[in-house]
């Protein structure tokens, strides 16, 4: 699930940010009025700001990582069933249009539409009480992010004009789903928070939007019939490809940038790795084709990717946090 990446992504950056604190507070018990040289050394000073804080990850980090991430997996689980709920009372969906089995379970696997919006409703009940926990354990200021992203969920597949079906569906699932879910599992993980994980989150902001993308570009010629105004839709398949795969390095390139700012560069290096093992892949996300024949294959490639992005994220996180802690 999409959903796992930024928490892990998240969770990767508070072991990384723990480790150097330990260090740093080490090194200021053995060296006391150095300890703000060695806080502010590296290139950037968000990773270090958040050494100085002198956070420790205990048994309510683990707790409260493990709640974030039992969240976004309900609640992306909710807003796949609720999407394709809407889309078989809406008629989109069909035989016709949905050549994939697997992907339109309503179509295929004769369920009751009112028992889909039924299990949505309880897995989006079951994610506000583990959410309501985190909150409990953290701060009520979280309440604020959690209203935002249960609007989004709302409005992403009801209405009548749902968000899906809009030029701002990938920005949307990308910012809330990937940048804000990221923000705010770090924040509960450690209490702690810096410009830093917003900047780290636009790697799986942009991962998730991805994956919508991809998906929509399959979908235009039944989206076009439906009277959709998806992105690959206005701007045509051919530019949307490109859009893709170019967001695809893009993503590598942020990472490796900001893992060389933080001066977690020895992370860089894992970076270049993941790029490498994901160009077969980003190579497909460009040259297509997008269609419903070829949609399976299309969104294994995305999904494929994303699995590799985040994995290379966290083991070049935890490595570079690591390496600038020892050395």
Do not use: H
Not at 75 to 88: E, G, H, K, P, W
Not at 215 to 220: A, F, I
């Amino acid at each position: 699930m999409a959903s796992i990446g930024p928490c892990c992504i998240a969770g990767a950056f508070a072991v990384c940010c723990a480790v150097q604190s330990a260090f740093v507070q080490s090194a200021s018990v053995q060296a006391g009025a150095v300890t703000g040289e060695i806080a502010g050394e590296g290139a950037g000073e968000g990773v270090g700001a958040l050494a100085q804080v002198g956070f420790v990850l205990d048994g309510r980090s683990a707790l409260c990582w493990a709640l974030m991430l039992l969240c976004a997996v309900l609640l992306q689980s909710a807003v796949n069933t609720l999407n394709d709920y809407q889309d078989f009372k809406s008629g989109l969906d069909t035989a016709l249009t949905i050549l994939d089995e697997t992907d339109a379970s309503l179509v295929y696997n004769q369920i009751n539409p009112r028992s889909a919006l039924a299990f949505a409703l309880v897995l989006l009940g079951t994610a506000a009480v583990a959410g309501t926990v985190v909150l409990l354990l953290t701060s009520l200021w979280l309440f604020v992010p959690a209203a935002v992203a249960a609007a989004a969920i709302g409005l992403y597949s009801a209405g009548p004009k749902p968000i899906s079906s809009l030029p701002l569906g990938e920005v949307v699932s990308g910012v809330v789903m990937g940048g804000v879910l990221t923000c705010v599992c770090f924040f509960a993980t450690t209490l702690s928070f810096s410009s830093a994980v917003v900047a780290l989150a636009v790697v799986p902001t942009v991962a998730i939007a991805q994956i919508m993308q991809t998906n929509n570009t399959c979908d235009t010629a039944r989206d076009r019939t439906a009277g959709r105004r998806t992105l690959p839709l206005i701007i045509g398949v051919r530019r949307s490809s490109m859009l893709n795969a170019a967001l695809g390095v893009f993503a590598f390139l942020w990472l490796g940038l900001f893992l060389i700012w933080e001066g977690l560069t020895p992370g860089a290096l894992v970076m270049l790795l993941g790029l490498a093992l994901c160009l077969p892949k980003l190579v497909t996300l460009l040259k297509g084709p997008y269609n419903l024949d070829n949609r399976r294959m299309m969104m294994r490639s995305v999904v494929s990717y994303n699995r590799v992005l985040d994995a290379t994220a966290v083991i070049a996180l935890i490595v570079g946090g690591v390496a600038r802690a020892i050395f």
